[in-house]
């Protein structure tokens, strides 16, 4: 059976009150996770935002978004982790 892989983004929302240096971690690591299971294609950080609405009483977040192909069963491994990760406000991933 063939590896097929599907076209993928993912937007991640950091606590902005973590350091940069906390920030710059969690982005590296997501990014090496998908590069480990998949192929990352861009990788673009927007920086410190307002939210829309407070999160947890939060209303500044750090935004990334990462485009990727992975297979499927790899997308359940990241919300796992996305899950389980202190310091992320939100997270989505989305098939292109």
């Known amino acids: 059976m063939e590896n097929i892989k599907n076209k993928y983004e993912t937007i991640f929302v950091i606590d902005a009150a973590l350091s940069e240096e906390e920030t710059n971690a969690l982005t590296e690591k997501f990014k090496d996770l ?3 299971n998949g192929e990352v294609e861009s990788v673009d950080v927007w920086g410190k935002r307002r939210l ?3 999160i947890n009483y939060k209303t500044e977040g750090y935004y990334v978004l990462i485009n ?3 297979q499927a069963e ?3 491994e990241l ?3 996305y ?3 202190d310091g992320l406000l939100r997270t989505i991933v989305v098939r292109k």
């Open 68 to 70: 990727f192909a992975a």
């Open 79 to 81: 919300e796992r982790v």
């Open 52 to 54: 829309a609405y407070a």
């Open 74 to 76: 790899f997308i359940a």
């Open 83 to 85: 899950n389980i990760t």
């Open 34 to 36: 998908i590069a480990k």
